[in-house]
């Protein structure tokens, strides 16, 4: 495949006649030594300063620790990298940014295009459990045999994608996503799917990009959820399971998101080159954000893949541009509900333990809604979370593909 895509970005072309850009083949090469170095030397507390909290006013000091010592003892970053390395892996430059990506191809003639777009504090490995099952022929429930061309891009900012201008918005991001998609690799239309930040790049796409944009699968939109208070308004009456979901809403914690949006400098400094301070500060949130039964089945969201996430911010010093998306988008989240301009199919699926919460109806007011699915297992990062669930979700963007 690798082979096959060089000689064709040699020529200048891709498969449809499309023009490419200049497509580096990219290879993960990163030296965690200081990284393990720093881990050994970091003293935690020996004990909570105010026992019996628990979690309850941040990272367990017992989990923590924990982490802590699994990374110095059984994680292997030369084997993590090695995994990842399985996958093709490309970087080209648009907008004078560099964009790195994994392209796996299916190799069917009818495959679908689609884009996978992480979040903080995601990245694309977050996306690796999907890569083989998408790009496998399966069917639907509805019986409609599909596969996909699988495109998993960083978005810019984070692990090899490099750091975006301070006014940079994910407008703009989502303005070099569909470059990326079309102009470099050659798609004349693709689906798009988003997680967290990923979700508010793949609706602007959406929106934006309607006539390369066929389909959108989502697990968040850039909507402000309603309040307990608004649903009278609207005639929505929760049943149990959304009355569940809307509580994990209410008790959410933005404390975070407050401090990542005024002051990204100050927390990317502190946590700069200290490893175990931004295991801390990222593992609270894999931890808390996903569902309790995480890293039993169907679940891989084990410590170990905090772990190699956490690796993947510290070892590419990407920690403080990530937390800058926060600055850079501090409105994102729309308080007014609009209608994309599209007629495009977009599909929705909501996760029990997500923290995000918006109900059927609330969502088909934002875009043509043909499914929407709700999960009882899985939390914030489902393609870790519950991948099986994830990928027969999105696999049903082929029993409305119409190009």
């Not at 968040?220 to 569940?244: A, C, H, K, R, V």
């Amino acid at each position: 495949m690798k082979a096959t895509y060089l000689l064709q970005s040699f020529l200048g072309v891709l498969p449809g006649g499309a023009a490419c850009a200049s497509v580096t083949n990219f290879t993960i090469n990163l030296n965690a030594s200081r990284m393990l170095q720093l881990i050994s030397l970091t003293e935690l507390p020996a004990q909570e300063e105010y026992p019996g909290l628990g979690a309850s006013l941040g990272i367990d000091l017992n989990v923590l620790k924990s982490l802590q010592h699994q990374w110095t003892t059984n994680f292997s970053w030369p084997a993590e990298q090695a995994a990842l390395n399985k996958y093709p892996q490309y970087t080209t430059t648009i907008e004078g940014l560099k964009v790195h990506f994994i392209h796996q191809k299916s190799g069917e003639p009818d495959a679908i295009p689609v884009i996978l777009n992480h979040g903080w504090p995601g990245s694309f490995a977050e996306y690796v459990p999907l890569i083989d099952p998408l790009t496998t022929v399966a069917t639907t429930s509805n019986g409609t045999a599909v596969s996909f061309d699988v495109v998993v891009p960083s978005l810019p900012g984070y692990a090899f994608s490099s750091a975006p201008p301070a006014n940079w918005t994910l407008d703009d991001t989502a303005r070099i996503f569909n470059t990326l998609m079309t102009e470099v690799l050659g798609y004349n239309t693709y689906a798009a799917h988003g997680n967290d930040w990923g979700s508010t790049v793949a609706y602007s796409m959406y929106d934006q990009f309607n006539t390369t944009v066929r389909a959108v699968h989502l697990l968040g939109i850039p909507f402000l959820p309603l309040s307990p208070e608004q649903f009278p308004d609207y005639n929505i009456t929760l049943n149990e399971d959304e009355q569940f979901q809307e509580s994990l809403v209410l008790a959410f914690d933005a404390g975070y998101s407050l401090e990542q949006t005024n002051k990204p400098n100050t927390i990317g400094l502190a946590l700069y080159d200290n490893p175990v301070g931004q295991l801390a500060w990222m593992g609270e949130k894999w931890i808390n954000w996903s569902d309790p039964r995480a890293g039993t089945p169907p679940s891989v969201l084990t410590h170990n893949e905090i772990l190699r996430e956490v690796s993947l911010y510290y070892l590419t010093k990407s920690f403080v541009s990530s937390v800058f998306t926060y600055a850079q988008n501090s409105g994102a989240l729309k308080s007014t509900y609009s209608k994309a301009r599209t007629d495009a199919p977009m599909l929705f699926s909501s996760f029990k333990w997500s923290g995000a919460f918006w109900t059927e109806e609330v969502v088909s007011w934002v875009g043509n809604l043909v499914s929407y699915v709700y999960h009882d297992f899985g939390g914030h990062f489902p393609a870790l979370d519950n991948p099986p669930a994830l990928v027969d979700d999105i696999r049903q963007i082929a029993d409305y593909w119409t190009t």
